[in-house]
């Protein structure tokens, strides 16, 4: 049993009235509406709206993973992890991220703006928009966390504070066992289709794959980069474009509560993965052009958050050790991590727990020929990564794998 009370539509309003940050911010006396908006695998999330237009989303973390209910426990205090990592990141590009209005930590309610004129990006990837802007953007915010939040640009001791105070051991331990174990050693929660039983066996019995997966878990585990988001995929991205144009004038990274001190890689890598499920849809669809733009924004993040660290660099807190030959070093070493990573992420997605919907939507026919591609391009991955691990090169590996695996 929780110890504290689940917000309803029912109790919104009251939630509002009784906090005068809030009630200052929005009408409790006079709603519009009130609706559980939560899609995700955790939380419950509430879009209020006052009659004067006014809006504002409550979020509350459960004790355990809404997709399963009560029989998977989590620490709600994810939320805090959610909210910290937010106002560290709103500090260094606020354009990029969703203000926060109030924190609640005996009901673990995040009170911030309403973003209900966006669009949750990867909804917009499956309706087959392209919102130009947005995977620069992410790479923005990704190049600004990772120095910002880093030893590059952080006093030593609020470093290891922040740290400290970001280690967030359970949501760890899940990435660990949904994205670098079990689609590897198999676990009782994974499924695929039947028809992909045997590229699921084939992955897992290459020794190239569990290499590469045991050490991304190990890179995951150890490398205390920067404080990273942790769960960057394409549902933790909202868009917004005018009417009629398909160019982004806002982009917004939001539902960080798997946020910690980890490799920055695993950001890029968890989107890159995402554009390659996006990809695997449109190629499943017959739509080939949109598959290449949707591998071309791989090259658009690594782009946008080159240039960002590239920006923040001279800023750097000491120059005299960490010169321009080792950015470059430090550039060449997160581009090949985004590889490993990506792969890992692509073939959770597939084989493991959490799907995504570009891929589950589809009709069963075309489903099959989607994992196969998401699959074999992760194992090409993980076999190459050690060669050129270049953004352009990776979409150049990942297309025609795409291709071949078609099914209808
Ligand atoms: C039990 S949580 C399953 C997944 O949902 C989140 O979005 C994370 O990706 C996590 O791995
Ligand atoms: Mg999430």
Known sequence: MADYEFLTEHTVADYIRQNRELSARIDPDHLASIREVGDGNLNLVFLATDEAGRGMCLKQALPYVRMTGEGWPMTPDRARHEVESLQAHHQLTPELL???????????????????????????????????????????????????????????????????????????????????????????????????????AEFQADPAVWQGMGYAKWIFMTKAEALIHGDLHTGSVMVRSAAGSDVCDSVKAFDSEFAFYGPLAFDLGALFANYVVAAARAVALGEDDRAHWCLRLIEQTWTGFEAEFRRRWPTRRDPRVWGDEFLDELLATWRSEAWLFAAAKMSRRIIGAAKTRDIESLPENLREGAARGVLRVSRRLLVERHLDSSPARFVALAEPILRDARTV
């Not at 990837?125 to 995977?135: D, P, S």
């Not at 051991?169 to 994974?190: H, K, S, W």
Request: with cysteine.
């Open 98 to 200: 969703p203000e926060v209005y109030l924190y609640d930590p005996s009901r673990y309610i995040i009170a911030m703006e309403d973003l209900s004129d966006h669009q949750v990006w990867r909804g917009s990837l499956i309706a087959g928009e392209r919102k130009e802007g947005a995977a620069e953007a992410v790479g923005t915010y990704v190049g600004a966390l990772a120095f910002g939040t880093s030893a590059f640009a952080m006093e030593r001791e609020a470093l290891a504070e922040a740290v400290a105070r970001a280690v967030n051991a359970q949501l760890c331990t899940i990435t660990e066992d949904l994205v670098f174990t079990e689609p590897v050693a198999g676990a009782e929660r994974n499924s695929f289709l039947a028809a992909n039983a045997p590229d699921v």
